[in-house]
């Protein structure tokens, strides 16, 4: 099948200096050198504006080499630089209910900075402004065209892929502090593991039928299905697009099922050395441990 391999990832080879684009093979073991086809950037973000053509794209990148993953290659977030990352609170009903809140009648929305973008391996740090940090697993949607004032019924053509996220929170910026906003407690360094790879929407035969979970030190914490988003992703794309803009490579979260630290008893809280595990099926696994900030010199 010519889009058996539309699963797209950036990385770095060892001793390189710029990233790469490829694409994950089906068994997850190695990529495909994208890079080096004539006319395809080094980056996903501007691939997704070029729309191209992704049945001629397969054909040619079945005469690339094939590099394995292994301590060579280096799996970097596969978009690098979105416009935009879009939040949407409280989306799933059993979130809420965990919270006892009432679902909300339209979407919450919020946002991350690219500051918090980091691989589906890279360490997450635990800053030490908090002791706070939950985890939040979450189906990343991912913009393939200018979308402005899209009709619901026309949201997925803007639609290019897919993705995995881990909207990591200090719950105390975001619920005590900084007057309730929730900036800063979403927007820390490291704070959204993505990836490993963008799937094309091809790929995936229903977008409201992917389990969805995290394990913390190998013990499940969340269990959910995208099916249970409560405001879907069609109602999102024509509600933001009312009067933003959406563009190629922008990203929107749409929420996380129930099972996050803060709302557990007692609360758990990540700490050094804790292991995220993140997976969505059909998407694929991510594996992030929590690290102790660096000491400036």
């Known amino acids: 099948m010519l889009s058996a391999r539309m699963r797209f990832v950036q990385y770095l080879r060892k001793g390189d200096l710029a990233k790469r684009l490829g694409l994950l093979t ?10 080096g086809v004539e006319g395809v950037p080094c ?23 094939k590099l394995p993953l292994n301590d060579d290659v280096t799996l970097l977030p596969p978009l690098s630089d979105p416009g935009k990352i879009i939040c949407i609170g409280l989306n799933y009903q059993d979130h809420c209910d965990e919270q006892n809140k009432p679902a909300p009648k339209s979407p919450m929305f919020f946002s991350k900075y690219n500051n918090t973008l980091v691989g589906p391996t890279d360490d997450v740090i635990a800053h030490e402004v908090t002791n706070k940090i939950d985890w939040e697993v ?4 991912v913009i393939g065209k200018v979308a402005r004032l899209v009709p619901k019924e026309e949201a997925f053509d803007y639609v ?4 995995i996220a881990q909207d990591i929170s200090a719950r105390d910026w975001q619920k005590e502090r900084n007057g ?3 900036l800063l407690g979403k927007s820390m360094d490291t704070f959204c593991p993505l990836g490993p790879a963008v799937v094309h929407k091809s790929l995936i035969k229903d977008v409201y039928d992917l389990p969805l979970k995290t394990w913390i030190n190998g013990v499940e914490k969340q269990n959910g299905n995208t099916g249970d ?15 933003i803009t959406l563009l190629p490579g922008d990203i929107i979260l749409t929420g996380t099922p129930k099972g996050v630290g803060m709302y557990r008893s007692p609360p758990e809280y990540l700490k050094a050395g804790d ?23």
Do not use: W
């Not at 089906?26 to 890079?35: A, F, G, N, P, Y």
């Not at 979450?138 to 949607?141: A, D, G, I, N, P």
């Not at 988003?229 to 009067?243: A, F, G, P, Y």
């Not at 995220?276 to 010199?297: D, F, H, S």
């Open 26 to 35: 089906d068994d997850h073991k190695s990529v495909v050198e994208l890079s």
């Open 43 to 65: 980056d996903l973000k501007n691939l997704i504006a070029q729309n191209p053509n992704l049945a001629e794209l397969a054909k040619k990148a079945e005469k690339q080499p």
């Open 138 to 141: 979450e189906l990343v949607v």
């Open 160 to 163: 290019f892929g897919y993705t």
């Open 180 to 182: 309730g906003q929730f």
């Open 229 to 243: 988003m409560i405001h879907k992703i069609d109602d999102v794309i024509n509600r933001l697009t009312q009067s």
């Open 275 to 297: 292991v995220i595990k993140t997976e969505i099926v059909g998407l694929g696994t991510m594996t992030n441990q929590v690290v102790a900030p660096c000491k400036p010199n």
